[in-house]
Protein backbone atom coordinates (compact mmCIF):
# COMPACT_ATOMS: atom_id res chain seq x y z
CA UNK A 1 0.00 0.00 0.00
CA UNK A 2 1.23 3.63 -0.67
CA UNK A 3 -0.53 6.34 1.88
CA UNK A 4 0.43 9.93 0.70
CA UNK A 5 1.73 12.90 3.09
CA UNK A 6 -1.95 13.23 3.95
CA UNK A 7 -2.46 10.06 5.48
CA UNK A 8 -4.74 9.14 2.85
CA UNK A 9 -4.33 5.62 0.77
CA UNK A 10 -3.52 6.37 -3.09
CA UNK A 11 -2.66 2.67 -3.95
CA UNK A 12 -2.91 -0.78 -2.69
CA UNK A 13 -3.47 -3.84 -3.99
CA UNK A 14 -5.95 -7.09 -3.87
CA UNK A 15 -3.56 -8.45 -1.34
CA UNK A 16 -3.75 -5.97 0.81
CA UNK A 17 -7.02 -6.45 2.07
CA UNK A 18 -7.06 -9.99 1.71
CA UNK A 19 -3.73 -10.25 4.04
CA UNK A 20 -5.81 -7.86 6.77
CA UNK A 21 -9.42 -9.02 6.34
CA UNK A 22 -10.07 -5.44 5.65
CA UNK A 23 -13.72 -4.68 4.17
CA UNK A 24 -13.75 -3.00 0.90
CA UNK A 25 -14.14 0.77 1.62
CA UNK A 26 -10.99 0.58 3.42
CA UNK A 27 -8.74 -1.20 0.97
CA UNK A 28 -9.14 0.94 -1.73
CA UNK A 29 -7.95 4.85 -2.35
CA UNK A 30 -9.36 7.52 -0.67
CA UNK A 31 -9.68 5.83 2.59
CA UNK A 32 -7.63 7.26 5.14
CA UNK A 33 -5.38 5.89 7.48
CA UNK A 34 -7.18 6.75 10.52
CA UNK A 35 -10.37 5.00 9.45
CA UNK A 36 -7.91 1.78 8.96
CA UNK A 37 -6.64 2.31 12.37
CA UNK A 38 -10.14 2.91 13.99
CA UNK A 39 -10.98 -0.85 11.86
CA UNK A 40 -7.79 -2.54 13.68
CA UNK A 41 -8.64 -0.97 17.26
CA UNK A 42 -11.92 -1.81 17.53
CA UNK A 43 -11.83 -5.45 16.77
CA UNK A 44 -8.67 -5.71 18.80
CA UNK A 45 -5.64 -6.27 16.31
CA UNK A 46 -4.14 -3.47 18.46
CA UNK A 47 -4.29 -5.12 22.15
CA UNK A 48 -6.65 -4.03 24.96
CA UNK A 49 -6.95 -0.29 25.86
CA UNK A 50 -8.82 2.75 25.33
CA UNK A 51 -9.98 2.94 21.16
CA UNK A 52 -9.39 6.57 20.70
CA UNK A 53 -6.09 6.17 22.61
CA UNK A 54 -4.95 3.61 20.23
CA UNK A 55 -6.45 4.92 17.22
CA UNK A 56 -4.35 8.65 18.39
CA UNK A 57 -1.77 7.23 18.60
CA UNK A 58 -0.73 5.17 15.70
CA UNK A 59 -1.79 8.75 13.79
CA UNK A 60 0.82 10.26 15.91
CA UNK A 61 3.35 7.50 14.59
CA UNK A 62 2.73 7.27 11.34
CA UNK A 63 2.70 11.34 10.80
CA UNK A 64 6.54 10.77 11.64
CA UNK A 65 6.66 8.73 8.36
CA UNK A 66 9.94 7.07 9.89
CA UNK A 67 10.85 3.67 8.58
CA UNK A 68 9.68 0.63 10.83
CA UNK A 69 9.36 -2.93 10.45
CA UNK A 70 7.39 -5.32 12.81
CA UNK A 71 5.12 -8.37 13.25
CA UNK A 72 1.74 -8.65 14.20
CA UNK A 73 -0.38 -11.46 15.48
CA UNK A 74 -3.89 -10.95 14.11
CA UNK A 75 -5.73 -12.08 17.03
CA UNK A 76 -8.97 -13.31 14.87
CA UNK A 77 -6.70 -16.15 12.90
CA UNK A 78 -3.31 -16.60 15.09
CA UNK A 79 -2.09 -15.29 11.95
CA UNK A 80 1.39 -13.54 12.20
CA UNK A 81 2.09 -10.23 9.59
CA UNK A 82 5.84 -8.97 9.22
CA UNK A 83 5.05 -5.11 8.32
CA UNK A 84 7.68 -3.14 6.70
CA UNK A 85 7.64 0.65 6.07
CA UNK A 86 9.77 2.57 3.91
CA UNK A 87 9.05 6.57 3.40
CA UNK A 88 9.32 7.95 0.08
CA UNK A 89 10.73 11.21 -1.19
CA UNK A 90 7.18 12.67 -1.48
CA UNK A 91 6.55 12.22 2.21
CA UNK A 92 4.32 9.57 1.63
CA UNK A 93 4.75 5.63 3.15
CA UNK A 94 5.02 2.72 1.20
CA UNK A 95 4.33 -0.54 3.24
CA UNK A 96 4.77 -4.05 2.61
CA UNK A 97 2.99 -7.26 4.63
CA UNK A 98 4.09 -10.67 4.51
CA UNK A 99 2.29 -13.65 5.92
CA UNK A 100 5.02 -15.13 8.02
CA UNK A 101 2.57 -17.74 10.07
CA UNK A 102 4.73 -20.73 8.54
CA UNK A 103 7.92 -19.20 9.53
CA UNK A 104 6.95 -18.64 13.05
CA UNK A 105 5.66 -21.84 13.52
CA UNK A 106 8.96 -23.51 11.99
CA UNK A 107 10.92 -21.05 14.31
CA UNK A 108 8.77 -22.53 17.22
CA UNK A 109 9.23 -25.52 16.00
CA UNK A 110 12.98 -25.52 15.99
CA UNK A 111 12.78 -23.89 19.97
CA UNK A 112 10.85 -26.61 20.92
CA UNK A 113 13.34 -28.81 19.58
CA UNK A 114 16.54 -27.12 20.75
CA UNK A 115 14.82 -27.60 24.18
CA UNK A 116 14.40 -31.08 24.00
CA UNK A 117 17.68 -31.64 22.74
CA UNK A 118 19.75 -29.50 25.46
CA UNK A 119 17.44 -31.71 27.89
CA UNK A 120 18.62 -34.84 26.09
CA UNK A 121 22.14 -33.29 26.58
CA UNK A 122 21.79 -32.42 30.19
CA UNK A 123 20.66 -36.28 30.93
CA UNK A 124 23.46 -37.54 28.36
CA UNK A 125 25.75 -35.24 30.99
CA UNK A 126 24.67 -36.55 34.34
CA UNK A 127 24.75 -40.12 32.91
CA UNK A 128 28.53 -39.30 31.52
CA UNK A 129 29.28 -37.78 35.27
CA UNK A 130 27.65 -40.92 36.64
CA UNK A 131 29.71 -43.04 34.72
CA UNK A 132 32.83 -41.22 35.46
CA UNK A 133 32.42 -41.33 38.98
CA UNK A 134 31.76 -45.27 38.92
CA UNK A 135 35.08 -44.97 36.60
CA UNK A 136 37.05 -43.80 39.56
CA UNK A 137 35.49 -45.57 42.43
CA UNK A 138 36.65 -48.62 40.28
CA UNK A 139 40.16 -46.91 39.77
CA UNK A 140 40.52 -46.78 43.66
CA UNK A 141 39.46 -50.07 44.49
CA UNK A 142 41.90 -51.38 41.86
CA UNK A 143 44.12 -49.56 43.32
CA UNK A 144 43.58 -50.73 46.69
CA UNK A 145 43.71 -54.35 45.78
CA UNK A 146 46.53 -53.84 44.17
CA UNK A 147 48.57 -52.45 47.18
CA UNK A 148 47.20 -55.46 48.97
CA UNK A 149 48.37 -57.91 46.79
CA UNK A 150 51.54 -56.09 46.55
CA UNK A 151 51.49 -55.94 50.34
CA UNK A 152 50.73 -59.63 50.52
CA UNK A 153 53.62 -60.61 48.02
CA UNK A 154 56.27 -58.17 50.07
CA UNK A 155 55.07 -60.30 53.66
CA UNK A 156 55.22 -63.92 51.98
CA UNK A 157 58.49 -62.75 50.38
CA UNK A 158 60.39 -61.43 53.41
CA UNK A 159 58.77 -64.17 55.83
CA UNK A 160 60.56 -66.71 53.17
CA UNK A 161 63.94 -64.55 53.42
CA UNK A 162 63.25 -64.69 57.60
CA UNK A 163 62.20 -68.20 57.37
CA UNK A 164 65.79 -69.83 56.98
CA UNK A 165 67.61 -68.05 58.89
CA UNK A 166 65.44 -67.79 61.97
CA UNK A 167 64.89 -71.72 61.38
CA UNK A 168 68.85 -72.56 61.23
CA UNK A 169 69.10 -69.98 64.69
CA UNK A 170 66.66 -72.31 66.16
CA UNK A 171 68.14 -75.64 65.29
CA UNK A 172 71.85 -74.18 66.49
CA UNK A 173 70.46 -73.61 69.96
CA UNK A 174 68.42 -76.24 70.11
CA UNK A 175 71.77 -78.13 69.49
CA UNK A 176 73.63 -75.97 72.27
CA UNK A 177 70.87 -76.80 74.73
CA UNK A 178 71.02 -80.76 73.89
CA UNK A 179 75.01 -80.30 74.49
CA UNK A 180 74.80 -78.50 77.50
CA UNK A 181 72.95 -81.12 79.30
CA UNK A 182 74.40 -83.59 77.92
CA UNK A 183 77.97 -81.83 79.31
CA UNK A 184 75.93 -81.39 82.42
CA UNK A 185 75.37 -85.40 83.08
CA UNK A 186 78.63 -86.16 82.16
CA UNK A 187 80.06 -83.99 84.66
CA UNK A 188 77.67 -85.25 87.40
CA UNK A 189 78.33 -88.67 86.70
CA UNK A 190 82.36 -87.71 87.34
CA UNK A 191 83.22 -89.56 83.97
CA UNK A 192 84.15 -86.24 82.19
CA UNK A 193 87.57 -86.10 80.44
CA UNK A 194 89.67 -83.05 78.45
CA UNK A 195 88.34 -84.66 75.26
CA UNK A 196 84.81 -84.34 76.11
CA UNK A 197 85.36 -80.49 77.32
CA UNK A 198 87.13 -79.54 74.11
CA UNK A 199 84.37 -80.99 71.96
CA UNK A 200 81.95 -79.18 74.11
CA UNK A 201 83.63 -76.25 73.79
CA UNK A 202 83.58 -76.72 70.08
CA UNK A 203 80.16 -77.49 69.35
CA UNK A 204 79.40 -74.65 71.40
CA UNK A 205 81.30 -71.84 69.65
CA UNK A 206 80.21 -73.30 66.18
CA UNK A 207 76.31 -73.33 67.20
CA UNK A 208 76.67 -69.74 68.72
CA UNK A 209 78.84 -68.64 65.42
CA UNK A 210 75.90 -69.76 63.58
CA UNK A 211 73.16 -68.40 65.45
Excluded: W
Amino acid sequence: SYIGVDLVIEMCNAKFGELLELPPELCRPGATFEQLADYNARRGEYGPGDIDELVRSRVETARQFLPHRFERTRPADGRTLEIMGMPTPEGGMVSTYFDITGRKAAEQRIRELNAVLEQRVAERSAQLNAAVQTLHRSQEELARSAAKATLGTLVASVTHELSTPLGNSLISASTCSDLGKRFAAQVESGQIKRSDLATFLADVREGSDRI
